[in-house]
């Protein structure tokens, strides 16, 4: 017996996937089809003011110098060009400090306010400065502001809240596009709560039918990024100011990485319009061998540098496909899991999944499984898995160390995603998925699933032709 068979002693729960469909509705038009606000959403934002929410979450906000009358909260989420002098929500006192320069930090970004007077902002060592703003650049605060929301998850909502207010009733067209930039950024760092995201996904759906000045293109991309952060969670630490360039861009030119497949086919269609998968797959996939990544001890488990992995992440979403620089293969195969995992669908669909735990033990069901897959999913399969497969020969496997049970422990959660808040589901099927991989491994012929497709390997890293790098549609956030 396989050391993966020997370890599954009990069974795979499956996974509710009901009412997946009625999350997001849509209408048809001329135009296409667009996400549309649920009847019982409208509801709940037009009793935003008065909801559970705002009673329990909203801080008291009062004006007046005799009667100090209470501000409705419909009135504390309108835009306003004063600072804040109190958090929106209820804070723990030592962060109100912290909002209140987040609410001036936002106000600057969106070119709603200029900073008169220094404000004291960590620099990149830790330490607490008073920088000029011109010593610093709105993308440096920006950085800051998504560290403060990392570090303190108290703080999400707030900016989340916060960032809403100044899209509301903004007189200014060039404020509100760059607001939404932000917002685009916002949902590559955290999540909002599950109590706030409610209300965050209402707010942006209302937004969806505004085409005076593309928010219509950036709120439908908001909510794409919403839904994958949701489940992701946030980062370990502050995009760089290059990532926060590329998301806040992201809306009209698509990463390549965070996407759905067929926005990823879309996008390359123009330049390669014979390749059969996304060619960020062959490149890295030869990029690792041509590296030396078949006699790398622990290749696919060891991670590579993160900063060098981000930086190629960026070179490739800007459209440069080049090895430049890098010669490390964990790198490329860090990548290469970062794509399968960030994919905005899983690779293997959500409505298949529990097919896929429950005929883990059974070869012949896994590879019928991979038929059965769409197109482009099973392709794409396909290539991961005859990859991977060079990697199980004899001598190879003297070099890295890495055994099909090894290769389908740290491949599994990127081929397969546990759509559970349970840890104890996300336990007891994580065994399952590997053996589904391990199954793959040793008995898919990747060159019998596809009569149209036979995948090659080793034609070095290199494309059939490169494209120019995309250019920026978006304003200057500089």
Not at 192 to 209: A, D, G, M, V
Not at 246 to 270: C, H
Not at 417 to 439: H, P
Not at 451 to 464: F, M, N, Q, T
């Amino acid at each position: 017996m396989s050391p993966l068979k020997n370890r599954s002693t009990g069974k795979p729960i499956p996974v509710s996937t009901s009412g997946s469909s009625n999350l997001n509705p849509t209408t048809t038009l001329a135009s296409g089809t667009h996400p549309v606000l649920p009847h019982d959403l409208a509801s709940d934002i037009q009793q935003f003011s008065e909801s559970d929410y705002a009673r329990q979450y909203f801080s008291t906000h009062r004006r007046g110098f005799l009667f100090r009358r209470r501000v409705p909260v419909v009135q504390m989420m309108t835009w306003q060009k004063a600072p804040l002098t109190s958090p929106l929500l209820t804070l723990n006192r030592p962060l109100k400090t912290d909002a209140v320069k987040i609410f001036k930090v936002i106000q600057h970004i969106m070119g709603d306010r200029e900073r008169e007077r220094p404000v004291g902002i960590p620099v990149h060592n830790g330490s607490t400065s008073s920088l000029p703003m011109n010593s610093m650049g709105l993308l440096e605060e920006e950085r800051w502001l998504l560290g403060e929301g990392l570090t303190h998850g108290e703080l999400r909502d707030e900016i989340y809240c916060q960032l809403m207010k100044q899209l509301s009733g903004n007189p200014n067209p060039e404020s509100v596009f760059k607001g939404w930039q932000m917002l685009c950024v916002l949902l590559i760092a955290f999540p909002p709560s599950k109590n706030f995201e409610t209300y965050l996904r209402s707010f942006i759906l209302q937004r969806i039918p505004q085409s005076e000045g593309r928010v219509d293109v950036m709120a439908k991309h908001c909510l794409r990024r919403l839904s994958a952060i949701s489940k992701k969670g946030p980062r370990g630490k502050p995009p760089s100011v290059a990532e926060i360039e590329t998301a806040s861009d992201a809306a009209f030119n698509p990463s390549t990485f965070g996407e759905s497949l067929d926005a990823v086919t879309r996008l390359q269609q123009r330049n390669y319009p014979n390749e059969k998968i996304p060619i960020i797959l062959p490149f890295l996939a030869d990029g690792i061998l041509a590296l030396g990544g078949t006699k790398c001890e622990g290749i696919f488990r060891v991670p590579g540098d993160g900063d060098l992995v981000s930086e190629l992440k960026i070179r490739i979403d800007r459209g440069y496909y080049t090895l430049e620089n890098v010669d490390d293969p964990h790198v490329l195969a860090s990548l290469l899991k970062l794509w399968l995992r960030e994919l905005l669908d899983p690779l293997i669909p959500e409505e298949l999944y529990n097919d896929c735990i429950t005929a883990a033990a059974d070869p012949t069901s896994c590879i019928a499984i991979i038929r059965r897959l769409p197109t482009i999913n099973r392709r794409i399969v396909v290539f991961i898995i005859s990859f991977l497969q060079l990697f199980l020969e004899e001598k190879v496997l003297a070099n890295t160390k890495m055994t099909a049970a090894n290769m389908a422990l740290v491949m599994a959660p990127n081929l397969l995603r546990c759509n559970s808040d349970s840890m104890k589901i996300v336990f007891t099927n994580a065994q399952f998925e590997q053996m589904f991989v391990y199954n793959l491994l040793l008995h898919l012929s990747c060159t019998e699933v596809d009569e149209d497709y036979v995948p090659i390997h080793g034609r070095g890293a290199s494309l059939p032709s490169l494209p120019k790098p995309r250019a920026s549609k978006s304003r200057n956030r500089r």
